[in-house]
């Protein structure tokens, strides 16, 4: 159920963007205590970014998933902040996050919705 998407203007070796994944999807599981097999983990490769006028390292990050509450996005924020800061070395205040709840019926899989 919960998808995590990251997007930044840094280049990753493949060695490290896989480490980054396997580390975020459990992050998201244990933060939103949920099965770690319904969490996918998505990375775009390094991109032409500007944050604050200026092409600095930056990230953008968004999380969907069923029944996120908005009670749960500070504590969400500031781990997935700390994950992307430690790995990627990227200055907390240089990366956005958006977070969505979707409808159980908007979201689907093997064949049906949740």
Not at 2 to 18: H, S
Not at 72 to 99: G, V
Request: aromatic fraction near 8%; charge should be negative.
């Amino acid at each position: 159920m919960p998808y995590l998407k990251i997007l930044t203007n840094q280049d990753i070796a493949p060695p490290g963007e896989q480490a980054l994944l396997r580390e975020a999807s459990a992050l998201v599981a244990t933060e939103l205590g949920k099965p770690e097999n319904y969490v996918m983990v998505n990375m775009e490769p390094s991109r032409p970014m500007l944050f604050a006028g200026t092409d600095a390292a930056t990230a953008y990050l968004e999380l969907k998933s069923i029944g996120l509450a908005e009670s749960q996005t500070k504590s969400l924020s500031a781990a997935l902040c700390n994950l992307i800061h430690d790995k990627l070395n990227i200055p907390t205040e240089r990366i956005y996050i958006e977070f969505a709840d979707a409808p159980r019926s908007m979201w689907g899989w093997n064949k049906s919705t949740f």
